[in-house]
């Protein structure tokens, strides 16, 4: 089993491509309210989950939300790709500007695994390209993380060690 530590308030950023599981992750170790998902936003702001015209307002919207939630206290995870430095910079940021830690979890499964799964969802349309971009763009964050910023970063790899992951919460 691996323990991931993480401080009691903390910004916790999921790294990973579509279908690596971020937001199975998020469902299993955090409450629902803790998680902030750009899905979630895009459909706030634009009524379609998947209506990437929407990406920039819908993340002006969760970063303005997770930082009331880290001024008020709260542990906040944001469950998106953040597989550019770009959208970590903004996580950190955000973090940084409430004295908080900001944490990176990747998720790092196959790519044949995470398109297999997509395959199979009904509420992702992207095509195989566009996966391997994504994992393009993960391989060019790791290594990366802790460079920007992340205080903490835990990889998980594989479907294993992810399910045997357990968080620990630092008081
Ligand atoms: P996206 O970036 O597109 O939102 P995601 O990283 O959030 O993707 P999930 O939605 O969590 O990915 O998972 C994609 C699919 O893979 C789901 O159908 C889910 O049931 C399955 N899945 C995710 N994690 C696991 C796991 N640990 N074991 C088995 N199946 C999993
Ligand atoms: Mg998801």
Sequence with gaps: MTTLDIPELALVALVGVSGSGKSTFAARHFAPSQVLASD?????????????????DAFGALHHVAGVRLRRGRLTVVDATNLQPHARAGLVAVAREHDVLPVAIVLDVPEALAWERTEARTDRTHGRQVLARMQRDLRRSSGQLAREGFRRVHVLRGVEEIDAARIRLEK
């Design 40 to 56: 979630a936003f895009r459909a706030m702001v634009a009524d379609d989950e998947n209506d990437q015209s929407a990406s920039a």
